[in-house]
């Protein structure tokens, strides 16, 4: 791909760089200005965000749904503006806005040295939770390749500060060499997910077609699965991380019950972090055709 065609890219990088300069309150308070613009610009997206709110929470009101689905948009562009402290700011600079709660539950799963599963959700605050994480634990992260080569490479070596290896979607037996030899692993199963190790299981008391990902690897190499949650503090100074104990009895032998059981501890994460959520994804896409496409019928 020719340099034209990265322009745009380019151009918008370079703006999340002059971003990176300013102090924090401002770039929360840009973010929290666009997102309030963004409600109204992306419909679409508006759209999926109400569909999967009234999906999961079908006895709240509309009121309530547009309510969240708003603060949402504000959530999803601070995210999108904290990129520019992951992949700019110093160690020095970042540590005075982080606070890390549990680190002694990933220490205890990794002295066993079957490897450590570290359980994320798909939140607005994913990445900088993994920037936190970076700075006392370098995990293996499990991606799926940017559809543009330029912007691939350049979230790749940004990545690298605070990521150990890149482990393309493609290839999960390295997921399992990995942990066979003691390593972490940063995972989110909790999008959409349809063929080979897909299975109908429990989200927000709803079906929702998951990886069973989670389960086949703790089988295969008796890791110890950790869920982490990360959110921005209330008084607007900083991040919060919270590293839980390892699931205990958790032996992947049941990938029904097992994912069933992952995807409860991401829907408490997102019940205590609810405007964090990752609502714009599609979560509930491909479902059996008794139940119907929820994201046509929303207005």
């Known amino acids: 791909m020719n340099f034209l065609n990265t322009l745009p890219i380019r151009f918008g990088l370079f703006i999340l760089y002059?971003?990176?300069?300013?102090?924090?309150?401002?770039?929360?308070?840009?973010?929290?200005?666009?997102?309030?613009?963004?409600?109204?610009?992306?419909?679409?997206?508006?759209?999926?965000?109400?569909?999967?709110?009234?999906?999961?929470?079908?006895?709240?009101?509309?009121?309530?749904?547009?309510?969240?689905?708003?603060?949402?948009?504000?959530?999803?562009?601070?995210?999108?503006?904290e990129q520019s402290i992951c992949w700019w700011w110093s160690n020095e600079r970042f540590v005075k806005y982080v606070d890390i709660t549990g680190l002694q539950n990933l220490h205890a799963a990794k002295d066993l040295n079957k490897g450590v599963i570290l359980l994320f959700g798909h939140f607005t605050t994913s990445e900088i939770g993994?920037?936190?994480?970076?700075?006392?634990?370098?995990?293996?992260?499990?991606?799926?390749?940017?559809?543009?080569?330029?912007?691939?490479?350049?979230?790749?070596?940004?990545?690298?500060?605070?990521?150990?290896?890149?482990?393309?979607?493609?290839?999960?037996?390295?997921?399992?060499?990995?942990?066979?030899?003691?390593?972490?692993?940063?995972?989110?199963?909790?999008?959409?997910?349809?063929?080979?190790?897909?299975?109908l299981a429990d989200f927000f008391g709803q079906v929702a077609p998951t990886t069973s990902a989670t389960a086949k690897l703790v089988a295969m190499t008796g890791a110890k699965v950790v869920p982490i949650t990360q959110t921005r503090k209330a008084d607007g100074s900083g991040y919060e991380l919270l590293i839980q104990p390892a699931l205990e009895n958790f032996s992947g032998l049941n990938e029904l019950i097992d994912t069933n059981r992952i995807n409860k501890v991401i829907q408490d994460m997102a019940k205590k972090n609810i405007v964090d959520y990752y609502w714009v994804h599609r979560r509930f896409k491909n479902l059996p055709q008794e139940i119907g496409d929820i994201y046509k019928i929303v207005k």
């Not at 963004?38 to 508006?46: E, H, L, Q, V």
């Not at 979607?169 to 997910?193: A, H, T, Y």
Request: a positive charge; charged letters at 25%.
């Open 18 to 81: 002059l971003c990176s300069l300013l102090p924090y309150s401002a770039i929360q308070a840009i973010g929290r200005i666009l997102g309030k613009l963004s409600y109204y610009i992306f419909k679409n997206r508006r759209r999926y965000v109400l569909a999967n709110l009234k999906h999961c929470y079908p006895l709240e009101t509309n009121a309530w749904h547009q309510l969240i689905c708003k603060k949402h948009f504000v959530s999803f562009t601070k995210g999108l503006m």
């Open 130 to 199: 993994g920037r936190i994480l970076g700075s006392v634990e370098k995990p293996a992260l499990m991606y799926r390749r940017h559809n543009t080569a330029y912007f691939d490479a350049f979230i790749n070596k940004k990545r690298s500060r605070y990521v150990s290896k890149l482990i393309d979607k493609e290839s999960p037996l390295s997921m399992v060499r990995l942990l066979k030899k003691g390593e972490c692993i940063w995972f989110s199963p909790d999008q959409n997910f349809v063929g080979r190790g897909s299975i």
